[in-house]
């Protein structure tokens, strides 16, 4: 059984309780400090998932939060690092990442108790896991060749290839949402910027060019545009990326560090971490409105989103 009911998490305004053993993060510990939220989210749909940390000493496991429900369950529960879930309606796939065997690996769980596989086994650190909404691939990044390339684990026979190999750093893919194309990071040209390229590797096209640190690209499901993160001021905020017109626009305008962005399926939110000092709370910014809203504050540190139907 990996679906537990989990700790105290705050929606809609309301204390949706439910007691699990060694969680014991109590909300009124976590203080509120992001300018931007107004209210919490209303009317979410779908099941967001990440990684979380209940308390101070203890390890990421991963969890989902119902958001038309406000129920949250535990997914993993060990003293090893599981972070970077992603997850597939079809086939109820989730993959995600950790450091159990000693090095991390990409691992796949079949919801909602099907068994847990591990994808891949090298000594080098396998982690940011993105599953194709088809269910037939895993691309994720690898620093075994030394630097960091993007692989993809072919899931039906287990195949596993590279899709880059320069020396630079090469992170953080997301598939469209068809899955042709893999967006990716990568700091060949100096420092990080944003690419694409076909999901065989071919086609690599360059999507940012400045001298700040771009990141955690993730495609919007109508394919049109990604939200990022930048670090064009003190903190990392949210930005979004029109792939037609090439225009950035910032999001968010706060005091704290902004990371993990994930879409809402609808395209109308994206879902991101919002981290200050031993704040840390997971937010949802509204494109119609511009609002940002509280989605939950329970534990004491958030990574790794993916916000699925
Ligand atoms: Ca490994
Ligand atoms: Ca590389
Ligand atoms: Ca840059």
Not at 24 to 33: A, F, G
Not at 150 to 163: M, P, Q, Y
Not at 172 to 179: A, I, R, T
Not at 268 to 281: D, L, P, T
């Amino acid at each position: 059984m990996f679906i537990k009911p989990m700790c105290k998490i705050l929606l809609m305004g309301m204390l949706a309780a439910a007691a699990l053993t060694g969680c014991s993060t109590e909300l009124e510990d976590q203080p509120e400090t992001s300018a931007d939220v107004t209210e919490p989210l209303k009317g979410g749909s779908g099941k967001l998932f990440f990684a979380a940390r209940a308390g101070s000493q203890s390890q990421f496991d991963i969890y989902f939060l119902n958001l038309e429900t406000g129920k949250s369950y535990q997914l993993t529960d060990n003293s090893d690092a599981d972070i970077s879930p992603d997850f597939t309606s079809v086939g109820n796939l989730l993959v995600f990442s950790t450091n159990r065997g000693g090095s991390y690996d990409i691992y796949r769980m079949v919801l909602p108790d099907g068994g847990v596989d591990q994808l891949t086994t090298a000594s080098s650190d396998e982690t940011e896991p993105r599953i194709s909404q088809d269910g037939k691939y895993v691309a994720y990044q690898s620093d075994g060749s030394g630097d960091y390339d993007i692989w993809a684990v072919n899931l039906s026979d287990g195949s596993t290839d590279t899709l880059t190999t320069e020396d630079t750093q090469e992170t953080q893919p997301s598939w469209s949402p068809d899955g042709s194309r893999l967006v990716y990071v990568s700091n060949r040209d100096g420092d990080f910027e944003l690419f694409s390229m076909a999901a065989d590797g071919t086609d690599v096209q360059q999507l940012t060019e400045n001298e700040v640190y771009d990141a955690a690209p993730v495609w919007s499901p109508d394919g049109g545009r990604l939200a990022f993160i930048s670090k064009r001021g003190q903190h990392f905020q949210l930005y979004l990326l029109d792939l037609q017109s090439g225009e950035e626009r910032q999001l968010t305008d706060t005091a704290t560090t902004i990371h993990s962005p994930a879409w809402s399926p609808d395209g109308k939110y994206i879902a991101y971490v919002s981290e200050s000092g031993k704040s840390c709370q997971l937010n949802a910014y509204e494109l119609a409105t511009g609002k940002s809203y509280l989605v939950t504050s329970g534990f004491s540190k958030y990574s790794g989103l993916s916000w699925k139907d």
